[in-house]
């Protein structure tokens, strides 16, 4: 024991001046170095393994966040699609107020007239907003119908195209005055009161008259699209598109006429479809249909 403890001693001194062991130590270091490894492996794979379950369900976990996360956003994103056309329909519907000066109020569509042939409308406004029966509805581009129907916290609405509906209107070109009537068709209005010699060309504007006090002058109603002058016919048969978009507001504007000194309180105004209005519109065209009858005969030159 004491011998080896002094030749220990020895190999250290001898190690430490002259470095006489670095090779032997990096031998020994080297053969051991698998054991080493053998001994480690056990320890290495168990953190290796904890570490990837780990990391595993951390990202899984992540995933999982990630994909509700987009989920979400998706939703979010559809429901902005719909807000953001809302919000331009709404922002057109408020440009035309600044136009219209005229009381106004904002009424969303809450059904359609699933009758083919009927062209009718339910806004969610009613007598309890100051609605009458009459009252006029327009929309961002023009006049979509007036209020037939009140019905207390909602209303019943016939559109310009409807086959009963008939609308006071003047061409924005000659102040030329006439009744627009419904044909059932939301893309076609008729204007059955011209006689063939009117002033009156494709491309014209068709405006509001204000006669009849239930729409208030000046809001476009439609543009002429066919203008045909048929033999033996007296008047002119004329279509016009109708400036609003009817088959798909989802918003209208209500509107109230400037009261005016002497004029009949709104709750009590006709209905445009009364046939006083239609007999008015075919008396005032009755010099005009004499005239193209004497045309069409060759009395005058």
């Known amino acids: 024991m004491v011998v080896i403890c002094i030749v220990s001693i020895a190999l250290m001194v001898l190690d430490n001046r002259n470095q006489a062991m670095q090779s032997i130590r990096s031998l020994l270091t080297t053969a051991v170095y698998p054991l080493r490894v053998l001994i480690d492996t056990?320890?290495?794979?168990?953190?290796?393994?904890?570490?990837?379950?780990?990391?595993?369900?951390?990202?899984?976990?992540?995933?999982?966040?990630?994909?509700?996360?987009?989920?979400?956003?998706?939703?979010?994103?559809?429901?902005?699609?719909?807000?953001?056309?809302?919000?331009?329909?709404?922002r057109a519907l408020l440009d035309s107020t600044a136009k219209v000066g005229d009381r106004v109020l904002i009424a969303e569509i809450m059904s359609v007239d699933m009758n083919p042939f009927r062209h009718k409308i339910v806004v969610n406004k009613g007598s309890s907003d100051d609605v009458?029966?009459?009252?006029?509805?327009?929309?961002?581009?023009?006049?979509?119908?007036?209020?037939?129907?009140?019905?207390?916290?909602?209303?019943?609405?016939?559109?310009?195209?409807d086959v009963d509906h008939a609308l006071p209107v003047e061409l924005l070109r000659n102040q030329l005055r006439t009744i627009a009537m419904g044909t059932g068709d939301m893309e076609r209005l008729s204007l059955p009161f011209l006689?063939?010699?009117?002033?009156?060309?494709?491309?014209?504007?068709?405006?509001?008259?204000?006669?009849?006090?239930?729409?208030?002058?000046?809001?476009?109603?439609?543009?002429?699209?066919?203008?045909?002058?048929?033999?033996?016919?007296?008047?002119?048969?004329?279509?016009?598109?109708?400036?609003?978009?009817?088959?798909?507001i989802r918003e209208v504007l209500l509107i109230w006429p400037e009261?005016?000194?002497?004029?009949?309180?709104?709750?009590?105004?006709?209905?445009?479809?009364?046939?006083?209005?239609?007999?008015?519109?075919?008396?005032?065209?009755?010099?005009?249909?004499?005239?193209?009858?004497?045309?069409?005969?060759?009395?005058?030159?």
């Open 42 to 90: 056990p320890t290495s794979i168990g953190h290796w393994l904890g570490e990837s379950m780990s990391t595993r369900d951390t990202l899984q976990s992540e995933n999982r966040q990630l994909n509700d996360r987009i989920l979400v956003q998706n939703a979010r994103l559809q429901r902005m699609a719909a807000l953001e056309a809302e919000n331009a329909r709404l």
């Open 132 to 161: 009458y029966a009459g009252q006029a509805l327009i929309d961002a581009q023009g006049v979509v119908g007036q209020i037939i129907r009140d019905q207390v916290y909602s209303a019943e609405a016939l559109l310009i195209t």
């Open 195 to 248: 006689p063939r010699n009117a002033d009156v060309i494709e491309g014209d504007l068709l405006v509001t008259s204000g006669l009849g006090g239930t729409f208030p002058p000046g809001y476009p109603v439609g543009t002429i699209a066919e203008v045909t002058s048929e033999a033996g016919e007296r008047f002119l048969r004329i279509i016009a598109t109708p400036a609003a978009r009817l088959n798909r």
């Open 259 to 301: 009261p005016t000194a002497g004029a009949t309180p709104e709750t009590e105004t006709d209905p445009i479809t009364d046939e006083n209005v239609l007999d008015a519109a075919t008396e005032n065209s009755a010099p005009e249909e004499i005239d193209s009858e004497e045309i069409d005969s060759g009395e005058i030159e």
